[in-house]
């Protein structure tokens, strides 16, 4: 299958320039004007339209088993929301449950995932620790493409990585080239606050963000950078949503620390109110974790986005529908925790981002694309228009318009966060592995025709951390 982008702008991170893209057996063979292409070639006409590599998700959780329940959207269903909005690709988390094997964990996600409709990664969580989960995490890296590894700092008595844990990952993750990441939240002070709010009286969802206030992320956050910083391995934090945690990566980024920070579209977007509606089923539909903030933390977030202290976006898309909430009528900290974005992200972002003027076109793909390609290692395979990239193209319309609702979304939830919000800035078409997967409303997308994508360790970098630490090594007193 061939398919010619005829007439538009190519916008990469670093640059934007009028051409054409020609793409071939899964891949762009060709950029530029006035290009020799067979004549049976599909014409996607682009006029008057943006051709920017497909959006990168590094965090969703499509079907997974979570506080009782297992997430409503699954790979098939959910990658292909993700396609209708322009992401090629997500990179998901297979989570073991505590003692249960890491090779395990990763057949039973890979074998989830074989539904996808695109391309597609893992990070596998660490959430316990013995002598098999560091065999495990070498054979993961050496033999089935990771470069990355997971650490859950909050859901005591569950997932939750304690200090050991992580010291002994992070370790791990030095040898072998692999970039630990973490959700930073205290988990004991969570537990506790819980149980506090709860003796108060507080059993509805407005409980949530009160046992989460943003000391709890600030804690943690700074805890895993110093980790990292002691045992010198680079540290990426998945969403990050209050300013403390934006001012302990930032620092760490200024004195040289090799830090990374995500941001959810949601955080960027939407605040602690909705968690005071009268509508029980609406306020628990909101409760994730980390929650939502008070407005200031928003602007926070624009700007750490806007320095490049936060380098990408994501959406923790994880479903759960209103009957699975209601589990948690009577005590907010059962609610499953999840809400959803991975259809909206990229609009949601080029709207209040682009439009506003707070994001160029160039970072707009940065943050939505080609950073997560970097830091995974998967670049320029991923998150750019170039020639010997995979095909995974979104071609967007700066004019067109939608308003944002559950009636009307792909995404296998009866709730959008997003709900009502008018976009203005869409993707009119979406390929995938240079197939033609989205067509202004419509998908035509192929159960299962997703790639797992291998993603390489980061050889040369901490081959030479590793080197510097060998020499750096301390040594007795001779007494
Ligand atoms: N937060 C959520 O809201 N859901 C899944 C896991 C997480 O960390
Ligand atoms: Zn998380
Ligand atoms: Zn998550």
Redesign the pocket.
Known sequence: MSILIKGGTVVNAENTARADVYCEEGKIVQIGENLDVPSEAEIIDAGGQYVMPGGIDPHT?MQ?P?MGTVASEDFYTGTAAGLAGGTTCIIDFVIPAPQQNLMDAFHQWSDWAEKAVSDYSFHVAVTWWDESVHKDMGTLVSDHGFNSFKH?M??KNAIMATDETMVNSFSRALELGAIPTV?AENGELVFQLQRKMKEMGITGPEGHPMSRPPEVEGEAANRAIRIAQALDVPVYL??VSTKEALETITRARSEGQRVFGEVLAGHLLIDDSVYLDPDWDRAAAH????PFRPKEHQEALWRGLQSGNLQTTAT?H?CFCADQKAAGRDDFSII????AGVENRMEVLWHTGVSTGRLTMNEFVKVTSTNAAQIFNIHPRKGSVSVGADADLVVWDPQGTKTISAKTHHQNIDFNIFEGMEVKGIPSHTLSNGKLVYKSGELMVERGAGNYVKRPPFASYYDAVNKRREQKKPTAVKR
């Open positions: 959780h997974l979570f859950f909050a859901y959700h998945v969403h409760v994730m974790s980390p923790d994880c499953p925790n999840g809400t």
